[in-house]
């Protein structure tokens, strides 16, 4: 059964290092998203992607923050100069079609900021 | 502005007891709802979906999830609890005003005790 996988599973990083999270979709999804939740709170809402280009972001997708589709299977979110609050769980998620569609989500990625 | 809550961050019962897991719902128009599920080290697994249709979802595992617009809720329910389902229980809502994003609760830990 295909499956959305993310590298790493776990990244540890000094404050104001940059970071790239790696996500690969299910191959013939259209739409990608980053979410992300930190320790004990709401899984949160970062961006959606679609066409090559940002679809929606929340406010929390910062100047900080791009992603970017670089060849036909990955999809990345990369944080620059990383923050003490940036440390999260981040998930990626594909989906075949928009509204309403079920989103497939990745194992997620632990990003540590020290 | 849509947001889902879920009352009871961790939730015990006892093998073969009724499992009840509360979400509520915020929106301004009828919502997509979802639950999913995230095992340990693993990603979050879509359990059953609400889209209008009938008010009496049915899902993976046995579980299902009556939508009730009156009391704007999704609660997810399973007659059994099985040991197999000890996880992490989210619950989403999607609004087509606002585009693809889901807004998650902050999760209900189901604990199983034999």
């Known amino acids: 059964e295909p499956e959305v996988t993310q590298t790493p599973s776990h990244q540890v990083t000094q404050m104001g290092q940059e970071v790239i999270l790696r996500c690969v979709p299910i191959s013939n999804h259209l739409y990608f998203y980053w979410y992300r939740q930190i320790l004990g709170q709401k899984v949160e809402f970062l961006v959606s992607?679609?066409?090559?280009?940002?679809?929606?972001k929340s406010e929390i997708f910062d100047d900080q923050f791009s992603v970017e589709r670089p060849d036909g299977s990955n999809f990345t979110l990369k944080i620059r100069s990383t923050k003490l609050e940036d440390s999260a769980m981040y998930f990626c998620?594909?989906?075949?079609?928009?509204?309403?569609?079920?989103?497939?989500f990745g194992p997620g990625t632990r990003l540590t900021v020290l | 502005a849509q947001s889902v809550t879920q009352l009871g961050s961790h939730v015990s019962v006892s093998e073969g007891a009724l499992v009840l897991l509360r979400c509520n719902y915020s929106s301004s128009v009828p919502p997509y709802l979802f639950w999913y599920v995230q095992y340990p080290n693993q990603g979050l697994q879509l359990l059953l979906k609400y889209t209008s249709a009938a008010t009496l979802v049915k899902g993976i595992n046995d579980f299902e999830a009556e939508f009730k617009k009156s009391e704007t809720s999704f609660h997810l329910t399973k007659p059994s609890a099985h040991m197999s389902d000890a996880a992490e229980y989210f619950c989403a809502v999607s609004d087509p005003n606002t585009g693809n994003q889901f807004y998650f609760g902050t999760g209900t830990s189901l604990t199983v005790i034999p």
């Open positions: 992607f679609y066409n090559n280009e940002i679809s929606e």
């Open positions: 998620a594909s989906s075949l079609a928009g509204i309403y569609n079920e989103q497939f």
